[in-house]
């Protein structure tokens, strides 16, 4: 996903710009700009790869302009190259963008018609000569950008600053948010807070559709038809200091390793230690007792949260639940309940767009809307009626980790809440369900204590063409994400299975050249777990099994590999077990020499459809 920022400064600002974009570095990029106005005059400097390659070139030919937009691409239209990388401009004007202009081709068609040269192959281009043909036939800066958004079709953040324009940036949002920074005599802008968090906390963000006006000492927001709105500037500390890795080599192995520390913190948010209850913030505006259907929808690492989470909400409140992924639900429009229907949507960053849709959709089939995310801010959050959040802290890593089993915590406290209320479980149960997710940090600190072995037998997997995992109950949905995981990490291709399904079709799959991981603590279902563990081994089969110490002694057959978990109570082992999925992931991915942080082609919040 791209990054877009604009410094609207009393000093020259190319290297405030560049210092900003490196906080946005984490979303993925494949190139990176900046362009200043010099005199008046428009002045970019663009590079291919990360963003040492623009200073690089910042340091040969620097850029001394007090007004300047920056740009780190994620290649959607055209391959990375120099050419295609924002800022892209005209003689009149420069923009960055984040997202996509759907109906560009149209567009370009009819530029080229009137005599427009293109030099890139990017929808973002169009948008600089729509804006610079306005003002050839003598628009303003403002007026050929109010003129022109409503024409554009897709998801897109903008920002814009003009030729002979000392006090003017324009930004706009449809889809992909865009932050308004104000500062003393100094205005900003981002696609998030945390990457202004250096200049100033004071944000406003616009919503879908607005467009803001920017001068140094004063901001306009007009919404897509030109009327001017008010936006409500906050204090957001969105972390002044950039998120380091501390003494970890790689944002996803810090971010492995904090769990314990974070999952303590989501626990104080739900859960009241001393009286062993659940404390819901928001139980006065959600009855669990009258919700008829929990329905759920999410992408990726978070869908997989809700996943296991469903399982806890049938277990523990006899709550029926819909789960489906979010590209999927948004365009089934599935009937919903007609009143009491409550639709959770989970999401790390809280922009995928995926997921939004799916929410706007929900929304229309009068649902109480409610999130789990990590970013309270963020467009999902403020769409939704009643707001859950995770507190994981940023996430930097593209893999998500910690950020799922924070969401984990906060189902289960969710889903607990929920029992209660619909007097599934009395106090003594919620009390013992309590405890068990209060020792959830030290069970998670000993699950860590595996990552020796694992970074062994992590060699002998990254050798391996295909693997598959598989588990039940809340390790099916583990099974899911450890393949996930290992796909988006090593780029080896892995799949998750119910083990119950093996012999439906993937046991064919099965020989000495397959590594199954199978996800099994000593729980109800391990047995039934052993025996497909045998059918494995009968063909020949790797197994890497991932269970407890009465696990490891029952099992009759000798596993390749054996990683012993903790013993603890059956409930919500996923939280423990989902530690060595990451690590196996992230070993394996480290042994093969590929890149951690930011894997190819992936970006760590994918606001276009
Ligand atoms: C997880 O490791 C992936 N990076 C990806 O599947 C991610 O979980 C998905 O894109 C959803 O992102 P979100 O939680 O920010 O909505």
């Known amino acids: 996903m791209c990054g877009i920022v604009g410094i609207l400064g009393k000093n020259p600002v190319a290297l405030d710009v560049v210092e900003a974009l490196r906080r946005l570095e984490y979303r993925g990029y494949d190139s990176a700009g900046v362009a200043t106005l ?4 428009l002045t970019r400097c663009r590079a291919e790869g990360k963003l040492r390659n623009l200073e690089t070139k910042l340091s040969k030919e620097p850029l001394s302009g007090l007004i300047g937009i920056g740009h780190t691409r994620w290649a959607t239209h055209g391959r990375p190259s120099v050419s295609n990388a924002h800022p892209h401009a005209t003689d009149k004007l420069a923009v960055v963008h984040n997202g996509i202009i759907e109906n560009f081709a149209e567009f370009r068609a009819e530029l080229e018609a009137d005599g427009f040269r293109f030099e890139s192959e990017t929808d973002t281009e169009v948008v600089a000569h729509l804006v610079t043909r306005e003002m050839n036939r003598g628009l303003k800066p403002v007026e050929a950008v109010g003129a022109i958004l409503p024409k554009l079709r897709g998801a897109f953040a903008l920002a814009f600053l003009f030729s002979g324009e000392e006090d003017l940036l324009i930004g706009a949002r449809n889809g992909p948010p865009l932050a308004v920074g104000i500062g003393d005599g100094e205005m900003y802008l981002g696609s998030d807070a945390f990457a202004l968090a250096p200049f100033t906390t004071m944000i406003a963000y616009l919503e879908d559709g607005d467009w803001a006006i920017l001068h140094r000492n004063s901001v306009e927001f007009r919404n897509v038809d030109g009327q001017v709105v008010n936006r409500q500037a906050q204090m957001v500390a969105a972390g002044a200091a950039l998120v380091d890795k501390g003494n970890h080599r790689h944002f996803m192995a810090k971010e492995i390793h904090e769990q314990p520390e974070v999952v303590t913190h989501t626990l104080t948010t739900y859960i009241d230690m001393v009286s062993r209850k659940v404390r819901m913030p928001f139980s006065e505006t959600l009855d669990w007792s009258k919700v008829d259907r929990l329905t759920m929808s999410a992408c990726g690492t978070a869908y997989l949260a809700g996943l296991t989470a469903r399982y806890w909400f049938e277990s523990l409140a006899r709550l029926p639940v819909e789960i489906d992924v979010a590209s999927e639900f948004r365009y089934r429009e599935p009937p919903m309940p007609a009143s009491n229907g409550v639709a959770m949507f989970l999401s790390q960053s809280g922009e995928t767009a995926d ?93 860590l204590k595996t990552e020796v ?6 060699q002998r997997l990254g050798k391996a063409k295909d693997v598959l995992y598989i588990g039940r109950g809340t390790s099916f949905p583990l099974a899911l994400e450890g393949a996930l995981k290992l796909k988006e990490l090593s780029y080896i291709h892995a799949e998750g299975y119910a083990a119950g399904e093996l012999k439906h079709g993937p046991i064919a799959l099965i020989d000495e050249d397959m590594p199954v991981i199978v996800v099994a603590p000593h729980d109800h279902l391990f047995e039934k777990t052993a025996s497909n563990m045998h059918e494995v081994a009968a063909r020949g089969g790797r197994i890497i099994l991932i269970t407890d110490e009465k696990g490891a002694s029952e099992i009759s057959i000798k596993p390749d590999s054996t990683i012993i978990m903790p013993t603890m109570p059956s409930t919500f082992t996923a939280m423990v077990y989902a530690i060595p999925v990451q690590l196996i992931a992230y070993h394996t991915a480290l042994g093969m020499g590929k890149d951690v942080d930011q894997p190819r082609n992936l970006a760590k919040s994918v606001t276009v459809e």
């Open 38 to 41: 010099e005199n008046g005059k």
């Open 355 to 447: 997921t939004l849709a799916s929410l706007r959709y929900a929304k229309s089939q009068n649902q109480t809307i409610l999130s789990v995310v990590n970013v309270p801010t963020s467009t999902i959050a403020r769409e939704s009626h009643i707001v859950a959040p995770i507190t994981a802290g940023p996430e930097i890593g593209v893999a998500s980790t910690k950020a799922f089993s924070c969401k984990l915590v906060t189902l289960a406290s969710l889903a607990i809440a929920a029992g209660r209320m619909r007097g599934v479980i009395d106090e003594a149960r919620e009390a013992e369900l309590v405890q068990e997710l209060i020792m959830l940090p030290g069970l998670m600190t000993q699950a």
């Open 453 to 458: 072995d694992i970074s062994r037998l992590a």
